[in-house]
């Protein structure tokens, strides 16, 4: 059944109107403050909010105005219930995003009618981009090469797609794409999740040439788990709502804030390297991604060649040291990745009929098809 968020600073209006919908099958979800009703919207899939308007601290009319800036929850209908009654009143409520205004004292019939209404009317789906994770077994398997990669193709193909660097330092990434900013401006790290909106995340992106927005790298410095997780997982939700592909170079590791990543993919692309400790890692890896609800059908596999055949294994070999099938296979080309890095770009610019680019588009496919 909807999900209904109830947000009234007295206690027993909350307790009547939760107990009128509940009698309808509705869950109903209690906040007694603005601030509360906020951070439950960023925990909870809430899908109408019954909202007073004078409460302390933040009122109703500032409440709904967040919601309606922030993408994550932009489209949730928002019903104003209160005492004031006033024309002004009203006028106010509508301008500050409400869709629909009831007066106190109301009649349960009156409640329970409207909400049928707008939650009828709210069925169609909210457009949201599909968010996919990279994440290397460990360092130097060529993650970053294949994000990036795939990220310029999606977007030279007409996709409008965000780049998010969750490296250290970020350099890898701004290396490959030739751009002079490689980490975020301090001030996102001291921004509280309620306050990462639309606008807020726009004015850290930078375009490249190809059309790819990047987000600069999260992280301050090369101390991992400085991130709060729950700032991650707000600009993620936030940034997914922004493009019709939001692609995440988690790096090679999973803390806290990866964590996050991980549990907000679609599909999660594994870069291993056709070596052996690449390949025993990569099983592990693939058993913890599995206990972060990763199973194979949200699983890509890539394997990025670094050495010449005659030293890595074949295919039917690396797959049964991992214990899993490998869906796109990328082969060696160190003078190409060396160049994209020296003159600052993407390997599928540098040499879009190479066979490495072929496979990067593979890849873009792989993915394109998830948007489905």
Do not use: W
């Not at 206690?11 to 509360?36: D, F, Q, T, W």
């Amino acid at each position: 059944m909807p999900k209904i968020l109830l947000v009234d600073d007295d206690p027993k209006a909350v307790k009547l109107m939760g107990y009128i919908l509940l009698k309808e099958g509705y869950e109903v979800v209690p906040a007694l403050s603005g601030k509360e009703a906020l951070e439950l919207l960023d925990r909870e899939k809430i899908d109408l909010v019954i909202l007073d308007i004078m409460m302390p601290e933040m009122d109703g009319y500032e409440v709904c105005r967040r919601i309606r800036a922030n993408p994550a929850t932009a489209k949730i209908p928002v019903v104003m219930l209160t005492a004031k009654a006033m024309p002004e009143d009203r006028i106010a409520g509508y301008e500050a995003g409400a869709d629909h205004y009831l007066t106190k004292p109301v009649l349960p019939a009156e409640l329970v009618a409207t909400v049928k209404a707008i939650l009828a009317r709210a069925m169609v789906e909210v457009p949201k981009g599909k968010v996919i994770t990279f994440i290397g077994v460990k360092g130097g398997v060529g993650v970053t090469s294949v994000a990036v990669n795939v990220g310029v193709t999606l977007a030279r193909e007409g996709s409008k797609t965000i780049f998010l660097d969750m490296q250290p330092y970020g350099l890898a990434a701004a290396s490959q794409l030739g751009l002079p900013i490689s980490r975020v401006d301090p001030s996102f790290l001291r921004m509280k999740p309620q306050d990462v909106t639309k606008p807020a995340a726009e004015s850290f992106l930078v375009k490249h040439a190809s059309g790819l927005l990047v987000f600069p790298s999260i992280y301050p410095d090369y101390s991992v788990g400085g991130v709060p997780p729950e700032l991650v997982r707000k600009l993620i939700q936030t940034l997914s709502f922004m493009a019709d592909f939001l692609l995440i170079d988690a790096g090679s590791r999973i803390d806290q804030a990866t964590e996050e990543a991980i549990k907000e993919a679609d599909r999660v692309v594994l870069a291993v390297e056709p070596e052996p400790l690449s390949l025993k890692l990569g099983n592990a890896m693939i058993k913890e991604l599995g206990r972060l609800g990763v199973g194979s059908l949200k699983l890509i596999i890539v394997s990025v060649n670094r050495a010449r055949a005659q030293i890595a294994f074949t295919k039917q070999e690396a797959e049964a040291i991992l214990g899993s099938a490998i869906n796109v296979t990328i082969p060696p080309a160190p003078e190409l990745f060396f160049q994209s890095i020296k003159d600052g770009v993407p390997a599928v610019i540098l040499q879009p009929s190479s066979l490495v680019a072929e496979q990067i588009k593979a890849v873009a496919s792989l993915i394109k098809e998830a948007k489905s």
